[in-house]
């Protein structure tokens, strides 16, 4: 049988549809935030990052959403295309010793045409 | 030029062997890291310079053993690795490590130790 954490949680949207991503993070410390896509062959891309002294940030379709009381960060892609179909990994960064950036788990966007 | 370049793109070792990945970038970049990553799971961190020097090791074995010549150039030394060190490798580098800092990553090395 399939064993729990060997597949990436996924979204299927329809292409024009917008799409929202969900990622918990778990230090209170961190204190910048950052959004990467990455595609099959490829390393992380940089999407968008946000402070935590904000808790929206918006970019060309993207939007940042961060509620730092219950630990959530949110990216919503409007007009979702075939090119979004990546995996999309939120990361947190917060200072020990040097500073550390920290990915969560990652979501699998299917765009369907 | 916004690229880290990492060779080899694929590398196949057996568990005896002592092989070498390599990291470059051009963009004036003063914090470099390495990060492992297998099928399905994020970039997990094992190492950051900050320049030049070690700032973070995040607890990785002694067979893996990195080096920063320089601001440009991190190497990552193997030898005597395991089968479950079979992953993407990934190289990263950032303004200077001083925090509120995107990554840039190169494309990686996938390495398949027999």
């Known amino acids: 049988g399939e064993s729990v954490g060997l597949h990436l949680p996924t979204l299927s949207v329809q292409e024009g549809d917008n799409s929202i991503i969900n990622c918990a993070y778990s230090?209170?410390?961190?204190?910048?935030f950052i959004w990467y896509k990455q595609e099959s062959g490829k390393g992380p891309q940089f999407i968008i990052d946000?402070?935590?002294?904000?808790d929206k940030r918006q970019g060309q379709r993207v939007t940042v959403l961060l509620n730092k009381t219950v630990k959530h960060l949110s990216l919503q892609i409007a007009a979702t295309q075939p090119g979004d179909s990546a995996v999309y990994f939120c990361a947190e960064n917060f200072p020990v010793g040097g500073f550390k950036t920290i990915f969560g788990a990652g979501t699998r966007l299917f765009v369907k045409a | 030029d916004t690229e880290v370049t990492q060779t080899p793109k694929h590398l196949v070792m057996g568990m005896t062997n002592k092989k070498s990945l390599k990291c470059e970038q051009h963009?004036?970049?003063?914090?470099m890291y390495w990060y492992k990553q297998k099928a399905k799971k994020p970039p997990e961190l094992m190492f950051v310079?900050?320049?030049?020097?070690?700032?973070i090791n995040e607890s990785v074995p002694s067979r893996f053993s990195p080096e920063c010549p320089n601001s440009s150039l991190l190497n990552l030394h193997l030898h005597a690795l395991q089968p479950e060190d079979s992953a993407l490798y990934l190289c990263a580098s950032s303004q200077d490590g001083a925090g509120w800092e995107k990554l840039f990553f190169g494309s990686g090395t996938q390495l398949s130790v027999l």
């Open positions: 946000i402070r935590s002294n904000m």
């Open positions: 963009m004036g970049h003063r914090a």
């Open positions: 230090n209170s410390a961190s204190d910048y």
């Open positions: 310079y900050s320049y030049e020097k070690l700032s």
